[in-house]
Structures are given as C-alpha cells and as structure tokens.
DNA sequence: TACTGATAGTCAGCATACTGAGCAATATCC
DNA sequence: GGATATTGCTCAGTATGCTGACTATCAGTA
C-alpha cells in the first residue's frame, strides 16, 4: 500500500481537519462561536441580499440539504432573517440582520488570522503556490461533487 | 470580505469535498462500499495487526471518539476484529480478516484511480508539488487539531 | 500497598455532508 | 389549459469529526 503522504485524498482531509480546528480556536479566541461554515454562509448573505437557499448553498458549494441546518443555526443565532419569498412561494428569502452585521465585522480580524495561522509552514510564495494549485483542481473537479460551486443568477 | 478563493481555509474544504466524492464514485464503480475513512484504517491495521484504537487512531490522525464508529462498520461488514488485548486490559487489539485483505486488494486499483481524478485539473509536476505543499502546511500545524498524527510505539 | 495521575475506550450531544424520498409550487410543452 | 417536468425546500437516515464526561485500568510514587 502507498504512504498516507502519497495520497492527495488523505492529504486533502489532514489539511481540511487543521484548517477548521485553527479557525475555530482563533473565532473563539476573539469570544465568538461560529464555524467556518456558518461564517462563509453568513459573509455571503451579506454579500447578495435577499438570496435563496439554493442560490446561497451555490455560491459556497454546499448541499442543498446541508444548508437547511446551517441557516436554521444562524436564524436561531440571530445573525441572520428567513422568510418567504415574494417571488416564488417555494423559495426562502435571507437577509443578515444587524447583529449579523455587527458579528461579521467584529470577526474578521480572528478569521483573517486563521488563515495566515493555517499556512504558518510555507512561506508566503509557497502560499500562493498552494492556493492557485487547490483552485486549479478544485475548478476540474467542480462538477464531481454532489455541491458543485455555482455562479449566481442574475 | 475577501473573495472566498482567497481563504485557504475554503480551498481546503472544497478540495476535500471533491476528494471524497470522487473516492466514493470510484469505490462504487469498482463494486465495494468504503469510505476513505474506513479504507485508511483498514489499511492501517493490515500494515500494523494486533494494534490498540488509540494507536491507529494516530497513525491516520482520527480522533480516538471517531475511531470507535469506523472500526464498529468495519466489524459489522466482517472486514476487521476487535477482541481484548492480553497486556492491557482496557485496550482492544485489531486484526484485518481474510475478507478485510481481499477487499483492500480488489479495491486498490478504484482508491488509486481516485487519487488520479482529484488531482485531474494538474500536470504531474504540479500535482506533485501540490501534495509537497500540502504536507509541509499540515506538518506545521500537526499540532493544532484535537487529533494530531503520531508515529506508532515500538 | 494505598494514592495519584495518566491512559484506553465509550457515550451523549452537536455540526457538517451526503443519499434518497417527498411535498408544494413553478415552468414548460402539447 | 392541462399534463408533465423541474425546482425549492425539508426530512429521515448514515457517516465523519469534534467537545466533554465517564468508567476501567494501568503506572508511578509515597
């Protein structure tokens, strides 16, 4: 059998592991409980208000069925508003609320220091390096995964 | 908010996403029902027989309350035994079954596959060094996950 | 040997992720 | 306009991954 460190899917899940502990030790460190994955739903709630669920689980790559749960805990945070769509009766409308605001913007210091933290080990060439390597696989990959990245629709 | 492809932390979680479901497409394709997480540990208890779960859980950087349910499925499918260690008795000893090798060996040429396929979007030279890039970041932050890599006792 | 601390394993609880199914509503096609 | 397909969302079930707590056992020491 190859070496553990042969194998980018091993590789993939060690880094992903460590990169979500960091994050969340810095978050917690600055007195605030979100996860990577709550911060980047509600970053991108900010970012296109009044979005639905589909389109939001679309713009980070989550499952659709993922997502439900996640909004549930920023709804029940506070941080974030569900409501029905005008639009289509089927859809879900999401909005950041104030204190979402307030979080997000407080936050930011602790997750930007997560990210240099999880790249402690390379110098910051061999970051980029790093980064554009993981975009390159990730875009051929997209459509492998049952949540694959989607541009929104305009 | 910087752009999600700028956050290492995001990049990590795609690329394990698409890892793992390109792992599992091809294990099914080849006929079997695996998760990485199973094959990694039941690789590691062929390469190391009559090892305890806190060790293997070293050896492939699980946390010990994980290990437990992986090494459940893998008893339950008939692939691995648990039975009480003679030297010390609050440990469980491991052992890979004749249906466990079998398994691991027809599914080697799927798990190989797989690791080719994530990695489809790079040269070999750039896939290379992205794996070299991957184990020096996890090599500096090893510590900083509940469930850090060890090396196994002699 | 009795006490103390560390270790192996499990369990309950929570948060991703996914499969597959189902409901309600919308879009499409004839 | 009505049948059909598609879409948005939710739910049940399964599998990681973690925190924290607990039991049983072992190791070291007074």
Redesign the interface.
């Known amino acids: 059998?190859?070496d553990?460190?042969?194998?980018?899917?091993?590789?993939?899940?060690?880094?992903?592991?460590?990169?979500?502990?960091?994050?969340l030790?810095e978050v917690e460190d600055a007195g605030f409980d979100l996860t990577?994955v709550q911060y980047?739903a509600l970053?991108t709630i900010?970012?296109n208000p009044g979005l639905d669920q589909v389109t939001l689980a679309g713009l980070?790559?989550y499952d659709r069925t993922t997502i439900t749960g996640v909004i549930d805990r920023l709804v029940q945070k506070g941080l974030a508003e569900r409501r029905p769509s005008s639009r289509d009766r089927r859809a879900r409308e999401l909005e950041i609320t104030d204190e979402g605001r307030r979080t997000?913007r407080k936050i930011?210091p602790a997750v930007?220091s997560?990210?240099r933290?999880?790249?402690?080990?390379?110098s910051a060439k061999?970051?980029e390096?790093?980064?554009r390597?993981?975009?390159?696989?990730?875009?051929?990959?997209?459509e492998?995964?049952?949540?694959p990245?989607r541009e929104a629709q305009l």
């Open positions: 059998m190859k553990n460190n042969e194998m980018p899917g091993h590789l993939a899940r060690r880094f992903q592991q460590i990169a979500v502990a960091v994050f030790a990577p980047a970053a900010k970012a980070i790559a997000l930011t930007e997560a990210q933290i999880m790249l402690r080990g390379l061999e970051g390096e790093l980064m390597l993981l975009r390159k696989a990730i875009a051929a990959g997209n492998l995964s049952r949540a990245l």
